[in-house]
């Protein structure tokens, strides 16, 4: 929608800076963007941005976009390019790519896509069509393990859907400091649920503003969540709080369950976690009696541990003993849904053929019997560096971040071994400057958008503003690139933007026409209501059909079927390195790697620095703001240190994805859950000191 | 006078008033520069978060100390002409709040109520982002 006053013209626009889709109002002059502000108009608009969309002009803006396709000219991680036109772009890719899948085979060639990941399906189904297994994403280190252990337990993604705020009357927040990592709306939501008087349990080691809302807060050391959760269960059980009907008609491997969680009393779980065993009794207590109780698991926090897939599945397995699986108010709440778009990120993914040729297969059997979707490229450095079961020649990304992962000085040694290495990007990272081509993407006001606001309404946005130099929609450098290897992508075969929105649109009966037609872009969907009953719901997708506290899967990969409790602080040298060291931890003003180059952002307050408890500070002498150096046993940065009392003690925070100053240098490469393959990023190891007393 | 309060119970320390602040204030996109709010943590480390901006004092000793007027009282505000200042951080020396801030060419940056900008004169964009309702124009 649109509209003029005073020579500013207001658009409304999606923001998408993080991948989320809060609405924003968009005020235009002369075809720039000159203020961003937070929707009220559309419907179900919160009318709040976060900081990040606040400063998305910046974004937009920005001197490093990338405006041309590139190619390289100086030698990998100079940064020297020269500019070459999108036809000459594709046709060398495509060429380079067809000689070496003639020559070497096609799963020598690994697709990625980093961050965003609504194309996803599509770059998905041209890795497949190229004829390789080996396609994956950054979710190898974010989501999928807990998408793995929600699968194993209840097969299917519970963690996707949203909790339902409005019915539950008790609320479990694990691991998820929404205020600064959720779309706007999420925050509002919750803020909703502390005002209306739920019940709020809300496990995080920090003082987050959502521990400071919550009725109760449990504070476990990272990596000992599912200690704590077999606890919770245990007192459940102990006390019979737990559902017995519920148990007794869906799920199966109850007894042993309950065997299994007997010698995790609140007692022990309070050595091992750190959370009074009083609390444990109380949580356990309000989760049954104040049902239902509906739950928020973050999508890395838990998982990011070596042992984090197991403790997942006992936080998700508190699900099965409450009995409010399927329920109003509960987890998987049956919400009547009236439009679903086709295509996207948030629907199925399709399996890849021939995965079990793909580089981690035999790694990670769980992985691959649980996604068949993608490869777990966690270890992507160890594949190109010849570590695999055959060379990778070529790696095509698209917002690849070599940052993103532990140690990425190997990464940044493997590139060499590469004989392509593409990347789709925003801006020139110091990805980009290992690359022997770049692509450059749009941002998301630079495109048509499409979404589903409030269950039923569709919403179209038409382009804001003219698309920067070059740049084009990823998705349409999917398909051109696709037609230069040979192929097409979709049925029928897509070959614009127009055409990706009108696959889209297939589900809700409207078609672009319309849409576009219509007064402000809305139309209601002609999709019948999907309300799926409590019953369909409990009829799960498991091998059993039955929620599985004993995991048929696992047990046929030879991973442990019951969830397992490993204590990582007894692998890790904690005598040398004692504090627990925490990365990732969220900053409101950071989306991962992101928004570092954005002054408006990064200037908010100097982001390289550690947060500790004041205790802990006081006790090494370190005063708030003073330089400190932060050593694992691979190394140390300087950091300064932020005194801060949301810390708990014992345990640091260092964000991450800085380029200057990557806290993900000092992480072992091999530090990774045998299940999930997932980098145990929120608990390893490191010291402090005073910079003066360092040697 | 009119001026922003912002309740510590409510907010929730996510600095989008902060950033709103810079996107209003403004002209160019690439610029670095300060927001005119201020996010104040605990001295204590302790937990809980609070922003301030300018309290528009009556009688405001910032624009009596200002020598240029780029400081003055405008009915029921402290307005803030950036064109006049000079950058000698007076006011910066009077303001019992801390106020004054000062952009990479040493101008003052301060609270307008979001009457100057680029897009001109909006509702306080502070308010208007805040999603936790921590921010009132009083
Ligand atoms: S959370 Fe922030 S960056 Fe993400 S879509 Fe919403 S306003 Fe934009
Ligand atoms: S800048 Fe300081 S002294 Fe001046 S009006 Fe604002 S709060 Fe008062
Ligand atoms: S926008 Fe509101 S909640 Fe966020 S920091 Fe500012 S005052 Fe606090």
Same mark, same amino acid.
């Given at each position: 929608?649109?509209?003029?006053?005073?020579?500013?013209?207001?658009?409304?626009?999606?923001?998408?800076?993080?991948?989320?889709?809060?609405?924003?109002?968009?005020?235009?002059?002369?075809?720039?963007?000159?203020?961003?502000?937070?929707?009220?108009?559309?419907?179900?608009?919160?009318?709040?941005?976060?900081?990040?969309?606040?400063?998305?002009?910046?974004?937009?803006?920005?001197?490093?976009?990338?405006?041309?396709?590139?190619?390289?000219?100086?030698?990998?991680?100079?940064?020297? %390019?020269?500019?070459?036109?999108?036809?000459?772009? *594709?046709?060398?890719?495509?060429?380079?790519?067809?000689?070496?899948?003639?020559?070497?085979?096609?799963?020598?060639?690994?697709?990625?896509?980093?961050?965003?990941?609504?194309?996803?399906?599509?770059?998905?189904? =041209?890795?497949?069509?190229?004829?390789?297994?080996?396609?994956?994403?950054?979710?190898?280190?974010?989501?999928?393990?807990?998408?793995?252990?929600?699968?194993?337990?209840?097969?299917?993604?519970?963690?996707? #859907?949203?909790?339902?705020?409005?019915?539950?009357?008790?609320?479990? #927040?694990?691991?998820?400091?929404?205020?600064?990592?959720?779309?706007?709306?999420?925050?509002?939501?919750?803020?909703?649920?502390?005002?209306?008087?739920?019940? /709020? /349990?809300?496990?995080?080691?920090?003082?987050?503003?959502?521990?400071?809302?919550?009725?109760?807060?449990?504070?476990?050391?990272?990596?000992?969540?599912?200690?704590?959760?077999?606890?919770?269960?245990?007192?459940?059980?102990?006390?019979?709080?737990?559902?017995?009907?519920?148990?007794?008609?869906?799920?199966?491997?109850?007894?042993?369950?309950?065997?299994?969680?007997?010698?995790?009393?609140?007692?022990?779980?309070?050595?091992?976690?750190?959370?009074?065993?009083?609390?444990?009794?109380?949580?356990?207590?309000?989760?049954?009696?104040?049902?239902?109780?509906?739950?928020? *698991?973050?999508?890395?926090?838990?998982?990011?541990?070596?042992?984090?897939?197991?403790?997942?599945?006992?936080?998700?397995?508190?699900?099965?003993?409450?009995?409010?699986?399927?329920?109003?108010?509960?987890?998987?709440?049956?919400?009547?849904?009236?439009?679903?778009?086709?295509?996207? %990120?948030?629907?199925?993914?399709?399996?890849?053929?021939?995965?079990?040729? !793909?580089?981690?297969?035999? =790694?990670?059997?769980?992985?691959?019997?649980?996604?068949?979707?993608?490869?777990?490229?966690?270890?992507?450095?160890?594949?190109?560096?010849?570590?695999?079961?055959?060379?990778?020649?070529?790696?095509?990304? %698209?917002?690849?971040?070599?940052?993103?992962?532990?140690?990425?000085?190997?990464?940044?040694?493997?590139?060499?071994?590469?004989?392509?290495?593409?990347?789709?990007?925003? %801006?020139?990272?110091?990805?980009?400057?290992?690359?022997?081509?770049?692509?450059?993407?749009?941002?998301?006001?630079?495109?048509?958008?499409?979404?589903?606001?409030?269950?039923?309404?569709?919403?179209?946005?038409?382009?804001?503003?003219?698309?920067?130099?070059?740049?084009?929609?990823?998705?349409? /450098?999917?398909?051109?690139?696709?037609?230069?290897?040979?192929?097409?992508?979709?049925?029928?075969?897509?070959?614009?933007? !127009?055409?990706?929105?009108?696959?889209?649109?297939?589900?809700?009966?409207?078609?672009?026409?319309?849409?576009?037609?219509?007064?402000?872009? =809305?139309?209601?969907?002609?999709?019948?209501?999907?309300?799926?009953?409590?019953?369909?719901?409990?009829?799960?997708?498991?091998?059993?059909?039955?929620?599985?506290?004993?995991?048929?899967? *696992?047990?046929?990969?030879?991973?442990?079927?019951?969830?397992?409790?490993?204590?990582?602080?007894?692998?890790?040298?904690?005598?040398?390195?004692?504090?627990?060291?925490?990365?990732?931890?969220?900053?409101?003003?950071?989306?991962?790697?992101?928004?570092?180059?954005?002054?408006?952002?990064?200037?908010?307050?100097? /982001?390289?620095?550690?947060?500790?408890?004041?205790?802990?500070?006081?006790?090494?002498?370190?005063?708030?703001?003073?330089?400190?150096?932060?050593?694992?046993?691979?190394?140390?940065?300087? =950091?300064?240190?932020?005194?801060?009392?949301?810390?708990?003690?014992?345990?640091?925070?260092?964000?991450?994805?800085?380029?200057?100053?990557?806290?993900?240098?000092?992480?072992?490469?091999?530090?990774?859950?045998?299940?999930?393959?997932?980098?145990?990023?929120?608990?390893?190891?490191?010291?402090?000191?005073?910079?003066?007393?360092?040697? | @006078?009119?001026?922003?309060? &912002?309740?510590?119970?409510?907010?929730?320390? &996510?600095?989008?008033?902060?950033?709103?602040?810079?996107?209003?204030? &403004?002209?160019?996109? +690439?610029?670095?520069?300060?927001?005119?709010?201020? @996010? +104040?943590?605990?001295?204590?480390?302790?937990?809980?978060?609070?922003?301030?901006?300018?309290?528009?004092?009556?009688?405001?000793?910032?624009?009596?100390?200002?020598?240029?007027?780029?400081?003055?009282?405008?009915?029921? @505000?402290?307005?803030?002409?950036?064109?006049?200042?000079?950058?000698?951080?007076?006011?910066?020396? $009077?303001? +019992?709040?801390?106020?004054?801030?000062?952009?990479?060419?040493?101008?003052? $940056?301060?609270?307008?109520?979001?009457?100057?900008?680029?897009?001109?004169?909006?509702?306080?964009?502070?308010?208007?982002? &805040?999603?936790?309702?921590?921010? +009132? @124009?009083?």
């Amino acid at each position: 929608m649109s509209n003029s006053c005073g020579g500013l013209e207001r658009k409304t626009a999606i923001c998408g800076l993080c991948g989320k889709s809060c609405l924003m109002n968009a005020y235009m002059k002369n075809g720039r963007l000159i203020k961003v502000e937070g929707n009220r108009s559309l419907p179900h608009a919160s009318g709040h941005l976060c900081s990040k969309g606040a400063a998305y002009r910046q974004y937009l803006y920005h001197p490093d976009r990338l405006l041309y396709p590139m190619r390289r000219v100086g030698v990998r991680g100079e940064g020297k %390019f020269e500019r070459i036109s999108w036809d000459e772009a *594709l046709n060398e890719i495509s060429q380079r790519l067809l000689k070496s899948r003639c020559e070497h085979g096609a799963e020598q060639t690994v697709f990625f896509a980093g961050h965003p990941k609504w194309f996803r399906p599509q770059l998905a189904e =041209l890795a497949d069509k190229f004829g390789t297994p080996n396609y994956g994403s950054e979710s190898s280190t974010c989501a999928y393990s807990v998408r793995m252990a929600c699968r194993s337990c209840f097969g299917t993604d519970v963690s996707m #859907i949203r909790p339902d705020f409005v019915h539950c009357r008790t609320l479990v #927040i694990w691991g998820v400091n929404r205020a600064y990592s959720d779309s706007v709306s999420g925050t509002v939501s919750f803020l909703r649920a502390v005002e209306s008087g739920k019940n /709020i /349990i809300v496990i995080d080691p920090r003082i987050t503003p959502e521990a400071q809302r919550a009725t109760l807060h449990l504070r476990p050391f990272p990596g000992t969540d599912g200690a704590l959760a077999m606890a919770i269960a245990n007192v459940m059980i102990s006390e019979e709080l737990y559902d017995r009907e519920f148990v007794e008609q869906y799920t199966i491997g109850f007894e042993e369950y309950k065997q299994h969680v007997q010698s995790f009393s609140p007692e022990r779980a309070e050595k091992i976690c750190g959370v009074p065993a009083p609390d444990i009794e109380r949580a356990a207590r309000m989760m049954c009696i104040e049902r239902p109780t509906s739950m928020q *698991l973050s999508a890395s926090p838990v998982v990011h541990n070596v042992n984090g897939f197991h403790n997942c599945r006992a936080v998700l397995l508190l699900n099965a003993l409450t009995g409010c699986y399927g329920v109003k108010g509960g987890v998987m709440s049956p919400i009547a849904s009236k439009a679903t778009l086709k295509g996207t %990120f948030a629907g199925p993914a399709a399996d890849r053929r021939q995965a079990e040729r !793909d580089l981690s297969h035999s =790694l990670y059997p769980a992985w691959a019997a649980l996604l068949p979707s993608e490869a777990q490229l966690s270890r992507l450095a160890e594949f190109i560096g010849g570590g695999g079961d055959y060379p990778v020649r070529n790696l095509v990304g %698209f917002g690849l971040n070599h940052h993103m992962w532990p140690r990425p000085d190997l990464l940044e040694k493997a590139f060499d071994q590469l004989k392509l290495l593409v990347n789709v990007d925003l %801006f020139m990272t110091d990805t980009c400057r290992y690359c022997d081509i770049l692509l450059p993407a749009s941002v998301s006001l630079e495109r048509e958008q499409i979404e589903i606001l409030g269950g039923d309404t569709v919403y179209y946005q038409p382009r804001v503003v003219d698309t920067s130099g070059e740049a084009k929609s990823d998705i349409e /450098i999917i398909f051109s690139l696709a037609r230069c290897l040979g192929f097409g992508i979709g049925s029928p075969e897509m070959s614009s933007h !127009d055409d990706y929105l009108r696959m889209m649109l297939e589900p809700t009966g409207l078609s672009l026409d319309e849409l576009r037609a219509a007064p402000g872009g =809305l139309l209601k969907s002609r999709q019948k209501s999907m309300e799926k009953s409590t019953e369909e719901i409990r009829s799960v997708k498991t091998p059993s059909g039955k929620i599985e506290f004993i995991s048929t899967t *696992l047990t046929q990969c030879g991973v442990s079927p019951l969830p397992e409790w490993r204590d990582y602080r007894k692998e890790l040298p904690m005598e040398e390195y004692p504090f627990i060291l925490a990365t990732g931890t969220r900053l409101p003003q950071l989306f991962h790697s992101r928004t570092y180059r954005m002054p408006w952002l990064a200037e908010l307050e100097k /982001i390289d620095k550690v947060e500790i408890h004041p205790k802990d500070a006081s006790v090494l002498g370190i005063a708030q703001g003073e330089p400190v150096r932060l050593s694992t046993p691979f190394g140390s940065v300087e =950091l300064w240190a932020d005194l801060r009392g949301e810390c708990l003690p014992g345990v640091v925070n260092v964000y991450h994805g800085s380029e200057s100053k990557d806290i993900n240098y000092l992480l072992d490469a091999g530090y990774l859950d045998p299940v999930s393959g997932f980098p145990g990023f929120k608990s390893y190891c490191c010291k402090i000191e005073r910079l003066g007393d360092a040697q | @006078m009119r001026h922003i309060e &912002c309740d510590s119970e409510k907010c929730v320390g &996510c600095l989008a008033c902060m950033t709103a602040c810079i996107d209003q204030h &403004c002209a160019d996109p +690439l610029q670095s520069t300060v927001s005119a709010r201020i @996010m +104040l943590k605990r001295a204590d480390g302790g937990a809980g978060y609070i922003t301030t901006s300018c309290r528009h004092c009556s009688g405001a000793p910032c624009a009596e100390a200002c020598p240029t007027g780029a400081l003055f009282v405008q009915t029921d @505000m402290v307005q803030v002409q950036r064109e006049k200042c000079v950058g000698c951080r007076a006011c910066e020396r $009077v303001c +019992l709040f801390a106020v004054p801030r000062f952009d990479i060419s040493g101008i003052i $940056v301060k609270c307008d109520l979001c009457t100057h900008g680029p897009a001109g004169v909006f509702e306080p964009s502070c308010v208007n982002i &805040c999603p936790s309702g921590a921010l +009132l @124009m009083v």
